[in-house]
């Protein structure tokens, strides 16, 4: 039943991209398996025909790469200026300043409101849907959470031989050596399989504090909340030991393995808690479980016709594209940090 068909625009992806499109396209689906069926229309209504919740979920890195979209950069990451391996910690004010224009949480926090906002055209409500269908996906990468060496952009490893920065391996590099490339098939499997997990493996037992924090009043509390969690792995896993120069391909990526599926059922898990309190007021997780809600599937959009806004944006992304694949077909979005 789960494995129904995909939408045919499941863009295959073949080279790196943040949080990857593994990770962020497991988040999305993972997440529409749970949404209330008010959510799922909610959410319906705020995509383009055509564009499915997987999609929407890359967007904003697409975005944050072309000149109209640049002052969004800094709204994917919060730079802990922490001491790792010894402290980690996260200081909002201290913090989120750092960039000077706003950080992921103060994002969360923002988008949070803007999709609430009935004043707000329909566009700028459909792109703060996808601006938060992306940060609780990056609010869940550990490197995304850190100051140190720019994210670990700045940290050079080696991963089977071949010259790499840590954040590029943490965000795609040891998600697709242990799983394939982010194909259709392949993140269907991790998803469902995540799925499982949650309602009857190993995640069963701790989902009650995946949702501990989901109220929408108080989104800075839970932004926090999520980032601190995805922080404490920098000094209890990623830089723990010395990782500059290393080769990470090896016992580093088998450990780190269950560290980030986790981080992307996290992700998705509360993605679905933060819409359907947007949309009922209520998490709606139990429900979904309980209800089997398994129909939506994929949720894709409604919206037929291509707002003027969104059109020069798409024009502006197609061609930022084709410039970086070097005319070849665009494979994937090579964002850091
Ligand atoms: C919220 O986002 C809007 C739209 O991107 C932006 O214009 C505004 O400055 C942001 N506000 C804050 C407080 O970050
Ligand atoms: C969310 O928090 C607000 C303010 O603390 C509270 O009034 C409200 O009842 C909470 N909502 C839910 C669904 O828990």
Known sequence: MRLTNLLPALALATTTSAWGFY???TVALLASRYLLPETSVFVQTYLYRGQTIMDAAVWADRYAHIPLGRYSKTWHYIDAQDDPPSVCEIKYNRDCAVSGSGCIVSALVNMTARIQDDALPWAQRAQ?????LHFLGDIHQPLHTEHKQLGGNRIKV?????EANLHSV??????????GK????GIIGLTNELQDRIESGEYKDEKDDWKSCLNTTTAEECALVWAGGANKYICSYVLKDEVDGQELGGDYADGAVPIIEKS???AGYRLAGWLNMLVAGRDGLDEAENGGYYGWEVVDGRK???????????REIEENER???????????QVQH
Do not use: Y
Request: zero cysteines.
């Open 23 to 25: 990770g962020h396209k």
């Open 128 to 132: 703060a849907l996808r601006f938060i």
């Open 158 to 162: 080696l991963f089977h031989g071949q």
């Open 170 to 179: 943490w965000d795609s590099r040891i998600i697709e050596a242990a799983r």
């Open 182 to 185: 982010p194909t259709e098939r």
């Open 264 to 266: 992307i059922a996290m």
């Open 304 to 314: 037929e016709g291509v707002d003027e806004e969104d059109r020069e944006i798409n």
């Open 323 to 333: 410039k970086r694949a070097g005319g070849r077909k665009f494979e994937g979005v």
